[in-house]
């Protein structure tokens, strides 16, 4: 099983950023996915989810109304939009099943 993280880099305030997660060896379509984030110094913490169970979508109230979580079956992929970045969206996004979890992929806001 692998989940490959990918689309992060460096972006001023206010700008944007879609990150992908594809996925071998196991179907997104049948689990939960979801986006996590660590800052330095501070503990992972979710930032949006989608549930297995019903398919209803969960999103921290601190991304609320900026991100937005989506995953292609077809291409067994995951993607998280980030609008209206702020610095302190500055963290290692990991994407994950519950289960496996990729890589991390640096995202940096900073002007």
Same mark, same amino acid.
């Given at each position: 099983?692998? &989940?490959? %993280?990918?689309?992060? !880099?460096?972006?001023?305030?206010? !700008?944007? &950023?879609?990150?992908?997660c594809? %996925?071998?060896?196991?179907s &997104?379509?049948?689990? #939960?996915? =979801?986006?996590?984030?660590? #800052?330095? =110094?501070? /503990?992972? /913490?979710? *930032?949006a989810?989608?549930?297995?169970?019903d398919?209803? +979508?969960? *999103? #921290?109230?601190?991304?609320?109304?900026?991100f937005?979580?989506?995953?292609?079956? #077809?291409?067994?992929?995951m993607? &998280?939009?980030?609008?209206s970045?702020?610095? /302190?969206?500055?963290? *290692?996004?990991?994407?994950?099943?519950?289960?496996?979890? !990729?890589?991390? +992929?640096?995202?940096?806001?900073?002007?």
């Amino acid at each position: 099983v692998q &989940l490959q %993280a990918s689309g992060g !880099g460096s972006v001023q305030p206010g !700008g944007s &950023l879609r990150l992908s997660c594809a %996925a071998s060896g196991v179907s &997104l379509g049948d689990n #939960a996915i =979801g986006w996590f984030r660590q #800052a330095p =110094g501070r /503990e992972r /913490e979710a *930032v949006a989810c989608i549930s297995s169970v019903d398919g209803t +979508t969960y *999103v #921290a109230d601190s991304v609320k109304g900026r991100f937005t979580i989506s995953r292609d079956n #077809a291409k067994n992929t995951m993607y &998280l939009q980030m609008n209206s970045l702020k610095p /302190e969206d500055t963290a *290692v996004y990991y994407c994950t099943t519950s289960v496996y979890w !990729g890589q991390g +992929t640096q995202v940096t806001v900073s002007s």
